[in-house]
């Protein structure tokens, strides 16, 4: 009997222990990893805004291969929202966008629904220059009574969420230090608003594809700069070309070389300002040199993705330059965002 009496001490004596403990752990924590990543800015700011590729680089897609997701209003923008149903070991939950700085910051609300209910706030961080961005992953809530004593038991929630974080950065490194279909394959367009606004271009009139070359760019962007300076505009985007009623027939588009201006101005000096709305477009990224056949495949993807969605490709090709060929001498890290008008059917 004795014996039963002290084994009962001990575990009311834990239980005692467990509960007084409940009462002084924290209740608000704080989960953050960080890695730095030598890739442009652009790049890494689409894998953390864009919810269709989470699942890339999200520890916990190896977990469930048959886990599905949905994505609810336009991917990346406040309130859209990121809903994941699985096996067990990933439950079900959604993710939320609540706030974003563009290119700084992303504010997500977590709610876990399986196996338990629990609510966080999930945030994303950029810092630094392309070829050196620092991306900070990380989560912040509150736990309850009961939760306080879990997560005691099990190491603290840093150690349970902490290698989770760590393994997903590393994975999403990889994937813009590395990018796959730098030789043309494993295109993946999807629907995309291109952003309008006030564009400084230089404009030519049914210009020949064969007579497009670095010269025309470069003369175009020289100007455009010169131009951006004496009126005092700061830029909205990387540099872009549009290619606007494109006549297969003779091999011409109308073709406007510059970028997105903060502000209208006179057209002078072969520089005009252009305030374009905004366009539902296919788009998709393109790694490799400017001159590579694989460039035009990429539209023959952008084409046939259109016209499965049942939708008409569109006369309208917009290439925005991301990477800076001046800093980055391997062409095929170089980084243009292509995007293709579309009318529905």
Same mark, same amino acid.
């Given at each position: ?186 295109? !993946?367009?999807? *629907?995309?608003?291109? /952003?309008?606004? @006030?564009? %400084?271009?230089?404009?030519? $009139? ?82 490799? !040199?400017?001159? *590579?056949?694989?460039? /035009?495949?990429? @539209?023959? %993807?952008?084409?046939?993705? $259109? ?39």
């Amino acid at each position: 009997m004795k014996i039963l009496k002290w084994i009962l001490y001990v575990v009311l004596f834990l239980i005692a222990a467990l509960l007084v403990l409940g009462l002084v752990l924290p209740k608000s924590y704080k989960v953050e990893r960080t890695v730095v990543i030598n890739a442009p800015k652009q790049a890494v700011w689409e894998q953390v805004y864009y919810w269709k590729n989470f699942n890339s680089w999200s520890p916990w897609a190896k977990l469930d291969t048959a886990m599905k997701q949905t994505i609810t209003g336009n991917d990346g923008e406040v309130g859209s929202v990121y809903h994941w149903t699985g096996n067990d070991q990933v439950g079900e939950g959604e993710m939320k966008r609540l706030e974003l700085q563009d290119m700084k910051s992303i504010k997500n609300h977590l709610h876990f629904i399986k196996p338990f209910e629990s609510e966080a706030n999930v945030y994303h961080t950029l810092e630094g220059e392309d070829g050196k961005v620092t991306l900070s992953w990380g989560m912040t809530g509150e736990n309850g009574f009961m939760a306080r004593i879990f997560m005691f038991l099990m190491g603290g929630i840093d150690k349970a969420v902490g290698g989770d974080y760590e393994r997903g950065l590393k994975t999403l490194k990889e994937i813009v230090e590395n990018p796959k279909n730098a030789s043309g394959a494993g295109w !993946n367009p999807a *629907d995309k608003i291109f /952003k309008g606004g @006030y564009f %400084a271009i230089v404009q030519k $009139i049914k210009m020949k594809m064969s007579d497009i070359n670095q010269s025309v760019f470069s003369d175009a962007y020289t100007k455009v700069g010169a131009y951006m300076e004496k009126h005092g505009m700061k830029s909205t985007t990387a540099p872009l070309a549009f290619y606007m009623h494109w006549d297969s027939a003779t091999q011409t588009s109308d073709v406007g070389i510059g970028m997105g201006v903060d502000k209208t101005g006179p057209a002078e000096g072969g520089v005009m300002v252009a305030k374009y709305p905004d366009m539902s477009a296919a788009s998709l990224d393109y790694y490799g !040199n400017y001159t *590579d056949p694989k460039m /035009k495949e990429a @539209y023959g %993807a952008l084409a046939t993705y $259109i016209m499965k969605s049942g939708k008409i490709p569109g006369s309208t090709g917009i290439e925005e330059y991301i990477t800076d060929p001046g800093e980055e001498k391997d062409p095929s890290k170089w980084l243009t965002r292509i995007y293709m008008n579309y009318t529905l059917r």
